[in-house]
């Protein structure tokens, strides 16, 4: 069982920056990040691979948020800058076991708990 510890959410206005971290209890996993606003199902942010020779982003966070990933930690990240209203949702972390990336949902195997993160206008 993979455990994984999301932090960096919070409150900040429009055009700010934030810094997701996401921390795993163990290596060798594509990562992603999802988010789910109230009323919306959980769409893809972001992914990653184990070397971070491969990743993915969705269309409406392209040029602005960055995933990387420090395999001496264990841990991915996801840098969010020129946030704007619409990105305000609680951002999960997920992890799967085959090395190639993906992203639907359903093909994670292990999920955090979510840290929220709300953008003001």
């Known amino acids: 069982q993979v455990q994984l510890v999301e932090s960096g959410g919070g409150l900040v206005q429009a055009g700010g920056s934030l810094r997701l971290s996401c921390a795993a209890s163990g290596r060798g996993f594509v990562m992603g990040w999802f988010r789910q606003a109230p009323g919306k199902e959980r769409e893809f942010v972001a992914t990653i691979n184990w070397n971070g020779g491969s990743v993915s982003y969705t269309d409406s966070v392209k040029g602005r948020f960055t995933i990387s990933r420090e395999n001496a930690k264990n841990t991915v990240y996801l840098q969010m800058n020129s946030l704007k209203p619409e990105d305000t949702a609680v951002y999960y972390c997920?992890?799967?076991?085959?090395?190639?990336?993906?992203?639907?949902?359903?093909?994670?195997?292990?999920w955090g708990q979510g840290t929220q993160v709300t953008v003001s206008s």
């Open positions: 997920a992890a799967r076991s085959l090395d190639y990336i993906e992203v639907r949902p359903g093909e994670y195997d292990y």
